[in-house]
């Protein structure tokens, strides 16, 4: 089984970038695995049409919106978190459009958000609350990896 990590997001845009961060520290934390593929998308969430046939399974990696920043949330309709960004779309909206128009069957799927709060100016880095979330998100999944699975849809993921 294949299984696709997707960190979205905009690094130049502060937390919007917890996405990328989680990827490149997921893929640091597991290295080179046989069927477990790494890849970012920072612009057009259209890509994932692409990349859909040669996986079974995709993780979405990204920063969300909510109530307080910092929380880490595990589901398939979390709220995009507008901020400056190239992609204004919501993800949840975009792959369930791809899936509805996909010929056989769409790979299973699951979104890990960081919530945040919008960033005010573009700029480098993560804030204190945001980092420390991506080092837990991080840490459980690659815990769940190494343990009893990562669930992803009807799929449980293991390395």
């Not at 573009?122 to 080092?135: F, I, N, P, Q």
């Amino acid at each position: 089984m294949k299984v696709t990590f997707i960190g979205i997001g905009n690094t130049l845009a502060g937390d919007d970038g917890a996405g990328m961060v989680m990827l490149r520290k997921l893929r640091e934390n597991i290295g080179d695995v046989n069927g477990v593929a790494f890849l970012e998308i920072p612009g057009d969430l259209f890509e994932i049409w692409d990349i859909a046939s040669g996986t079974d399974s995709i993780v979405f990696l990204d920063a969300v919106a909510g109530t307080v920043a910092g929380v880490v949330s595990r589901e398939k309709t979390l709220p995009r978190a507008m901020s400056p960004s190239f992609h204004q779309s919501d993800l949840c909206t975009v792959v369930e459009s791809l899936a509805s128009i996909y010929q056989g069957e769409f790979p299973q799927w699951t979104l890990w958000g960081i919530t945040i709060d919008p960033p005010q100016t573009l700029g480098e880095g993560l804030s204190d609350v945001v980092a420390l979330a991506v080092e837990r998100a991080v840490s459980e999944i690659t815990a769940l990896l190494q343990g009893d699975g990562l669930p992803v849809g009807r799929n449980l993921i293991k390395v």
